[in-house]
């Protein structure tokens, strides 16, 4: 064997291990981008499931809260309970497909179409929940005004911090779940340009 072959020979042997360590390193940022992805999902559906939890529990709560101690009519006690579970129902529905074992098993290019197509409709939640909040927040309030009469000035600041108060906790809250599907859609959009270590 001549000296070029040798050479040669050795340059395969380089080249075989730099390609075994590349896929290992590979299959090592694949398994560590899978348990972030499922790390972030596991998060939006436990607060998924949080939301859900308290929003059930605001129904019988609601009914003692504003029909039985504060009188006001069960037309407005039925409204929020509508509301309430067309929350639980979003909930399950944009989350199924995190609750799913496959989620992060499958495509990443798939995983990340199912993300942005979550991340799109919890976004897009807020332009049914607003409005709806607002009407009925608008509506609790002409209850008790009609109620309390020339008291309702006593209400006011109560009322005022309440709303706010709720403004605060659902924006804070979706802010959190659109910066969890946020981090999913870009470790995997990293780990496909190459940048994840």
């Excluded at 009188?71 to 609750?99: D, K, Q």
């Excluded at 897009?124 to 009925?136: C, R, Y």
């Excluded at 709720?166 to 924006?171: A, D, K, N, P, T």
Aim: charged share 20%; hydrophobic share 50%; net charge positive.
């Amino acid at each position: 064997m001549n000296t070029n072959d040798l050479e040669l020979d050795q340059m395969r042997q380089q080249m075989a291990i730099l390609q075994n360590k590349l896929n290992s390193q590979a299959i090592v940022s694949d398994r560590f981008i899978r348990r972030s992805v499922s790390h972030s999902a596991t998060t939006i559906n436990r607060r998924y499931l949080v939301i859900s939890i308290v929003a059930l529990a605001m129904i019988p709560y609601g009914y003692w809260a504003f029909v039985k101690l504060n009188g006001l009519s069960v037309a407005l006690w039925i409204a929020m309970s509508v509301m309430m579970l067309a929350v639980v129902g979003f909930c399950i529905y944009n989350g199924r497909e995190m609750r799913r074992r496959d989620f992060t098993s499958g495509n990443l290019l798939d995983t990340k179409r199912k993300a942005l197509a979550a991340k799109r409709r919890d976004n897009n939640w807020l332009w049914f929940g607003i409005p709806m909040a607002t009407v009925w927040a608008a509506w609790v309030g002409w209850e008790m005004a009609q109620k309390l009469g020339a008291d309702f000035k006593f209400f006011i600041p109560f009322f005022i911090i309440c709303s706010v108060g709720g403004i605060i906790l659902g924006m804070t809250v979706h802010f959190r779940t659109q910066r969890h599907y946020r981090d999913i859609i870009e470790q995997i959009e990293d780990f496909e340009d190459g940048t994840t270590i």
